[in-house]
């Protein structure tokens, strides 16, 4: 993982034509619940390493956040060839993590 929560966030028609699995994280810095969740997701990503992670910061005026109307930190999106195939609010287990990859591996 590159530095948490990348700002300019990458432009929604880039991700739509995203090749392969990647997996949006949508949060702040500053956000406990995102601190929180990232060991877990560390964790689970770590048995995917083809898997494209990107940490996108969101708040107000973020136009990338809005157009997945993400409402709450950390979401998690889960992308397989630019379509969405699950999606996590605030995980709070490795499992739910693994279960939501594996749905979007076999989409």
Known sequence: M??????????RTELDAQPGVTVLEFGAPWCGHCQAAQPLIRQALAAYPDVRHLQIEDGP?????????????????????GQETAR???????EA???????????
Not at 61 to 81: A, D, E, N, Q
Not at 97 to 107: D, H, I, K, S
């Open 88 to 94: 996590l609010t605030r995980p709070a287990t490795v």
């Open 97 to 107: 993590v693994n279960n939501a990859l594996r749905q979007c591996l076999q989409a």
């Open 61 to 81: 005026g973020r136009r990338l956040g809005r157009s997945y109307r993400v409402k709450l930190w950390p979401t998690l999106i889960f992308l397989r060839h």
């Open 2 to 11: 590159d530095k948490l929560y990348r700002d300019p966030a990458p432009e």
